[in-house]
Every structure is written in structure tokens, then in C-alpha cells.
């Protein structure tokens, strides 16, 4: 059974910061890539983040370069998401993703960032 568990969310002024949690729940033998994804009212989700459980290689959106760091403790099996600068427009549902080496998907249950001008 694979559970993801968010955490970190809040409110904060525009050019603050926050660093989203993300407790995964699964055999680390099966994961492969992870990722951040977020979702603001009436828009698609879209994509933050992504890191691969091996390796150090990482990709973001273009919005999120610069500002936004992904991160992992395997020991703990721990995916990270630092978020500095933040903007009113980073407001949105954001929501941490694993896909397996089968290639199944797992998505956690969201948690509210909210950035106030």
C-alpha cells in the first residue's frame, strides 16, 4: 500500500518562504521518479518539481527555477519542496506525486499554499 502524506502548507505574504513535506509510505525498492504538482482554482493541475528516488537529477518548471528547490531524505523517505520568493500567483493546491519502476502513479491529498500581495 503507498501512501503520500503532505504537509508544510499555509499562508504567507508575497517574498516569503515555505518547505513542503511529503511522508511517502512505500517500499523504496519500487520508487522511481517523485514530484511536486500544483493546482489553482479553474486551472489544470500543472507541474512543479520532479527528482528521481536515485541519482541527484532534477527538473522544475520554468516558473519554479530559482525559486523553488526539490529535495529528498531517503532515510526517512522524505520528499521536500522549498518555495522562496513566493508570489500571489504560486497560491494554488499543491500536491506530491511518486510513479514505481511498474510504472504505477500515486498522488497524495493536497495542501493549500496561500500567498497574500
Known amino acids: 500500500q503507498v501512501q503520500l502524506v503532505e504537509s508544510g502548507g499555509g499562508l504567507v505574504q508575497a517574498g516569503g518562504s515555505l518547505r513542503l513535506s511529503c511522508a511517502i509510505s512505500a517500499r523504496t525498492s519500487i520508487m522511481s521518479g517523485m514530484g511536486w504538482f500544483r493546482q489553482s482554482p479553474g486551472k489544470e493541475r500543472e507541474f512543479v518539481a520532479r527528482a528521481w528516488w536515485s541519482g541527484g537529477a532534477t527538473d522544475y518548471a520554468d516558473f519554479a527555477k530559482g525559486r523553488f528547490t526539490i529535495s529528498k531524505d531517503i532515510p526517512n523517505n522524505i520528499l521536500f519542496l522549498q518555495m522562496n520568493s513566493l508570489k500571489p500567483e504560486d497560491t494554488a493546491v499543491y500536491y506530491c506525486?511518486?510513479?514505481?519502476?511498474?510504472?504505477?502513479?500515486?498522488w497524495g491529498q493536497g495542501t493549500q499554499v496561500t500567498v497574500s500581495p
Open positions: 506525486n511518486i510513479i514505481t519502476s511498474g510504472g504505477d502513479e500515486y
